[in-house]
């Protein structure tokens, strides 16, 4: 069966020298030499995008010519970070861009930083959409995204006396040169109420329904080979752009502009939160507006090719990146009854199998719910169709399971007693014909706890995709050193084949290339040693160990333990100065939500600890640590492809899946880890032999929550002890006492819920083999190309 959809390779005629003089001169007003990097960065995307600009319309004729199934990915978040090295890439255009920076003497480094990073997304689950983007299109899929245009994305993290800071992320404060408009194919969007701002912030009026509009902005997705443009389409809320004459005519003028203003104040900003649900009714607008939005341009596109409403669910996927869009279940259903005419049965059964849902998280804190009386106010058409959806449902759990009133409270999608709530996950299980988790491990526990009931009930719809990350950006793009070495080993079929790697495992045996290996890795720790100094000032040992824990900080993904490890090492070379220990740069990064005030906490202690160790002549020169602000797309791509050691050290069973692990083995890093998420396949694959796995498993986790006692291992572990004491009589914050006190609390006082101190000791025993394998680097080359090959 032919599922691929691609228009054949880039040719173009070779204008593209004259194509970047003239943007310099017709956008910019500049000529070469009066251009600022930033018109050089400008000039040379739109020379990339009129390039493309053909291909995509190419793609999209095919589509329309070919009717496919087409998918819908639907994401309130997409990671996307920087586009133009991905595009020139994608697009095969690397040779013509160096001719041009060539000629006119270009710098690569400054006009790429000149690029804003698109920070849509706030972790692993806004980095998945925009991996799973890009390989859709280099698949040659009839894939398109939708979300929402942020203006203000995640914020920009600074660091201020060791204390995280929030600046805004102004993103589109220049033109963005990636995106189109179209104004044309605006979609309106009914609300049960109207919202004024007052105190500056939007609260609902019931019973004065409103109208919104949804303005789409597309951005180009370019498959690797450029066959295949895709479109990212991202939804920007307006207010209907007709003033009320009336109003105005009686005076209400500034009154029109507060409501312009309360309208586009819905895609003002991203949710920072991965932490706690924030229940802010603008947060379920905002996921309505999605839904609202993208639904209405994905029929209208289903309606152009076809006319049999019942050939929908054959025409169109529509996959729901958690809940946050899982308003699409009542949503559709209502347009397939109220707009489309079908009768109940039918139309049910056109959603469920159009729609699927990925789960990922368990933390129950983390599942949606919603209060009813925001439903009633907001989409009380959307309510009633839950509650009719809920009473078909229910009556069925009655009919298959009869007496077990509890599992029909449990799986009911409305949460009854005080404050009746509405749960997300339960309606996109229930609406849907597939819900995956992001890793065996996690697809496991989903079954078996988190959605135990409605597993019971559908275990068929119950599957597993794991996680993946696009090697075109996270090893081509990111690592010319080591990505050229592999293709002069094994040609270049790894780039969209990635399997292809595993031709590596021949290589192992080769000297020289364990050589060339090495040195790969060498050159790109000296590049980014150059890269931080340019760009900081700072002073890094490229010939150090590069030991790397960069993600959201959070208590589960235990940046602590991590820095409890380097708090132990410090204390045995402040023993024992001559400690035979090859120099070891520690380096985190990773933002905390705003709100989550330990996570603030432990990024404070990471930095008071560098601040220390730096301060201490006995250990200069052998352990460092470097916290990196502004963890974001780019900061991940300069310092993946450095990292010798990659921390994976979450509570097991609390990280779904994590896709940075991945990133890192696929950069030649060894991996120090517990056996959680996509660690455990990644493990299998490449040779627990070949890992650093350690401590306890998930169902060990688990076992022990009853009786598990921090204070026994504080009173039976001398090395975990001193560490505590050390860091809880303000060594490390003589001028701050005190300010630790929360750390020693959820440590030791209120049970160490995330089991550092469980941990703690098998940590340190993998590290010890670690640092052996260090030694003999022709071993450590040897495990490292595995990890690569697996
Ligand atoms: C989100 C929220 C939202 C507010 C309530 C509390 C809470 C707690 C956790 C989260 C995480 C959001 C979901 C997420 O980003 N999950 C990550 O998804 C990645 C892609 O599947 C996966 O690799 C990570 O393991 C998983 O944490």
């Known amino acids: ?101 060539e000629d006119k003497k270009l710098n690569l480094i400054e006009i790429l930083e000149q690029e804003p990073d698109a920070g849509l997304g706030n972790g692993g689950l806004g980095r998945l959409a925009a991996c799973f983007m890009e390989s859709a299109a280099t698949m040659q899929l009839p894939a398109m995204g939708y979300g929402l245009r942020y203006e203000y994305g995640i914020f920009k993290q600074s660091i201020q006396k060791g204390w995280q800071q929030e600046m805004p992320d102004n993103w589109l404060r220049s033109p963005d040169p990636w995106e189109f408009a179209r104004p044309n194919e605006k979609v309106e969007v009914n609300l049960g109420c109207s919202f004024e701002l007052s105190g500056g912030s939007l609260r609902p009026v019931p019973g004065r329904p409103s109208t919104l509009y949804g303005i789409p902005f597309d951005r180009p997705v370019i ?48 949710y920072p939160d991965d932490s706690r649900l924030m229940g802010q009714g603008l947060r379920l607008i905002q996921e309505y507006f999605l839904v609202a939005c993208s639904l209405a341009d994905a029929v209208r596109r289903f309606q152009r090719g076809n006319s049999d409403w019942r050939l929908f ?65 907001m989409l009380p058409r959307q309510l009633e169709i839950i509650y009719e959806i809920n009473r078909r449902f229910l009556s069925d759990v009655r009919r298959r399971f009869p007496g077990d009133e509890g599992r029909i409270q449990r799986s009911s999608l409305i949460e009854e007693g005080f404050g009746k709530k ?63 070495l592999i293709t002069d080993a094994i040609g270049d079929g790894w780039i969209s084949d990635l399997s292809q790697l595993s031709k590596l495992n021949a290589f192992t045996s080769d000297s020289a290339f364990r050589h060339d290996f090495l040195k790969a890795k060498r050159d790109a720790k000296r590049n980014f040693c150059d890269w931080v100094r340019w760009s900081t000032g700072q002073l890094l040992d490229p010939d150090a160990i590069f030991d790397c824990q960069v993600k959201r900080i959070h208590e589960y993904k235990r940046q602590l333990l991590n820095a409890l490890r380097i ?29 989550y005030r330990l996570a603030k906490l432990i990024i404070k202690f990471i930095n008071n600890l560098a601040v220390t160790i730096d301060g201490d002549p006995a250990v200069r020169g052998r352990i460092k640590v470097v916290f990196l602000p502004e963890y974001c797309v780019s900061l991940a791509e300069h ?71 921090p204070r026994w291992h504080y009173e039976h572990e001398p090395e975990a002890r001193e560490a505590l004491d050390l860091i809880f009589s303000d060594y490390f914050s003589r001028n701050e006492p005190g300010v630790f006190a929360p750390l020693r609390d959820a440590l030791l006082m209120q049970g160490d819920h995330y089991m550092h101190l469980a941990d703690l000791k098998s940590y340190l025993e993998a590290d010890e083999r670690l640092r052996a394998l260090y030694n003999q680097p022709d071993e450590w080359a040897r495990k490292a190309i595995l990890n690569v090959a697996g």
């Open 567 to 595: 708090v132990v090492l410090y204390n045995r070379l402040r023993e024992n100065p001559g400690l035979n220990m090859h120099p070891r740069t520690f380096f985190f990064a990773g933002k905390a939500a705003p709100a």
């Open 223 to 270: 498959g690797y080979g450029g066959s295949t443009i895709n479109t990212l389409r991202l939804w920007a809320a307006t207010a209907p752009d007709y003033f009320n004459f009336e109003e105005f005519s009686h005076g209400d003028f500034v009154e029109a502009f507060t409501q312009n203003l309360s309208a586009e104040t819905l895609t003002r900003v991203l």
């Open 1 to 101: 069966m032919n599922t691929q959809y691609g228009c054949g390779p880039v040719q173009f005629a070779g204008a593209s020298e004259a194509l970047y003089e003239r943007h310099l001169l017709f956008d910019s007003g500049v000529d070469l030499a009066g251009a600022t990097a930033r018109d050089r960065f400008e000039a040379l995307a739109r020379s990339v995008r009129d390039i493309l600009s053909q291909r995509r319309l190419l793609t999209e004729k095919t589509y329309e010519q070919q009717n496919p199934k087409r998918l819908y990915y639907l994401s309130i978040e997409y990671l996307i970070g920087r586009s133009l090295l991905n595009n020139v890439m994608n697009l095969m255009l690397m040779p013509l861009a160096n001719q041009v920076i």
């Open 639 to 709: 310092l993946i492809p450095t990292s010798d050691v990659s921390n994976q050290i979450s509570t097991a069973g609390y990280e779904a899946s994590g896709t940075s692990n991945m990133k890192f083995m696929m950069n030649g890093a060894l991996t120090i880890g517990t056996r959680d998420g996509a660690t455990i396949e990644m493990a299998a694959q490449a040779g627990e032999e070949n890992f650093f796995l350690f401590g306890l498993t998930a169902e060990q986790v688990a076992g022990s929550r009853a009786w598990y006692n």
């Open 422 to 484: 509405v749960r997300m996950a339960n309606v996109a299980v229930v609406g849907s014909h597939s819900t995956n988790g992001v890793a065996a491990i996690h697809s496991n526990l989903l079954r078996e706890t988190t959605l135990r009931d409605l597993a019971e009930i559908f275990p068929e719809r119950f599957n597993n995709k794991t996680n993946g990350v696009t090697p075109r950006r996270w090893l081509l793009l990111c690592n010319p050193e080591l990505s050229g």
């Open 313 to 377: 669910a054959e025409k169109v996927a529509i996959q729901m990146n958690d809940t946050h869009p899982a308003l699409a279940v009542p949503e559709l259903m209502r347009i397939l009854v109220d707009q489309v005419h079908l009768g109940w049965d039918e139309a049910w059964h056109i959603t469920q199998n159009t729609l699927a849902y990925t789960n990922h998280t368990l933390l129950p804190e983390a599942l949606e719910k919603w209060p009813v009386p925001w439903f009633e106010d």
